[in-house]
């Protein structure tokens, strides 16, 4: 075909801090798809960031094996169909899946997580962002872990990320009273217009102290992203028999070793409280069930979703650097810009 493949290899392993010479270019021609085998060839359009990509190129087994050296930089994305003649796949049509940082990727029948169609009216922004796996992880994690009803004080950390964001207007949509946790007065006044009663600015407030102001009787439900001394703050001020989520661990996971945990487990035992951790992968056969409830929120406007987007190709291991410098709004994507000498 002729066609060149620009990709990004995971050079080494971060020590420390993610930098962008974790990563190295390089560019290889594309294979001929095989269609009596069923390949199917796609082009990626828009890649999706995630803080989980951290833990990914880390030497140590976790929910999916680690990106070996050399290899392309896992990731999240949409992509086009551009040869195929697989009929579930025709030419042309926008496919969800982890097909890496590169332009092009060679789909099998037999891949362990095929790609899946665009629903008919979606757009590849809503698709990774309002519809991806952060809307779901916020709402199974409130849901089913959290036992989100009318009436609880919600607390959510990192709340003006992309699943943080959601989680304050699931929460706020079920009834509850939500307080965000973010960092910048800029970060805390969008937070506040998603519909958060009130939003903790840790840069420049004191946690513990807000946390006891602005919950009283305490947290019902503290939905946590970033472990470390927030959720040490949050399980200080948690209700009899709250419950604090684990979603993330963001503060740990740039740190050469791992931060030291809550220091206040005593809590739990007191006030007879449960932490429990969850993937939203446990709840990919029940997605229909979050979407029953997501879809008319956001058909009706009520559950509004931000994608920040970046542009180009030469742009993206920086791009995943945004989310761990807390430069991002919402959903981190990036826009890929046409391979030279392939198909618009």
Not at 92 to 107: A, T
Not at 113 to 135: F, K, N, Q, R
Not at 207 to 232: K, S, Y
């Amino acid at each position: 075909m002729g066609l060149r493949n620009r990709q990004w290899l995971l050079a080494r392993r971060p020590a420390g801090s993610l930098s962008e010479q974790d990563f190295e270019y390089r560019e290889t021609p594309v294979a001929e798809p095989d269609p009596d085998a069923g390949d199917v060839l796609l082009r990626n359009l828009w890649l999706s960031f995630d803080a989980t990509q951290r833990e990914w190129v880390k030497d140590q087994e976790g929910y999916l094996p680690p990106v070996g050296l050399g290899e392309v930089m896992r990731a999240s994305a949409v992509a086009e169909v551009v040869r195929s003649a697989n009929p579930a796949l025709p030419e042309g049509s926008l496919v969800q899946g982890l097909f890496g940082w590169q332009d092009y990727v060679i789909v099998r029948p037999d891949d362990a997580i095929p790609p899946s169609p665009l629903p008919a009216g979606v757009s590849p922004e809503m698709c990774l962002a309002a519809l991806g796996g952060t809307s779901l992880t916020a709402y199974f994690g409130l849901v089913d872990i959290g036992g989100l009803a009318a009436g609880k004080t919600v607390v959510v950390s990192a709340a003006g990320g992309a699943t943080g964001s959601m989680a304050v207007q699931i929460a706020r949509l079920r009834g509850a009273r939500v307080i965000g946790i973010a960092g910048g007065a800029d970060k805390c006044a969008w937070v506040k217009s998603l519909g958060a009663d009130d939003c903790i600015d840790y840069h420049a407030e004191n946690l513990p102290e807000r946390l006891a102001a602005l919950c009283p009787e305490g947290i019902d439900i503290a939905f946590d992203n970033v472990g470390g001394a927030q959720l040490e703050a949050m399980i200080g001020q948690l209700a009899h028999r709250g419950r604090a989520v684990l979603c993330g661990q963001i503060a740990g996971y740039d740190a050469p070793e791992a931060p030291p945990g809550p220091r206040n487990l005593m809590t739990l035992i007191y006030r007879r409280a449960r932490v429990e951790g969850f993937l939203m992968l446990d709840y990919l056969h029940r997605t229909h069930e979050a979407f029953a409830e997501l879809g008319p929120w956001l058909g009706s406007g009520e559950l509004r979703w931000h994608a920040d987007v970046q542009e180009g190709f030469e742009h993206i291991p920086r791009t995943l650097l945004r989310l761990f410098r807390g430069e991002n709004r919402g959903k981190q994507l990036l826009r890929l810009d046409p391979p030279k000498g392939g198909p618009a």
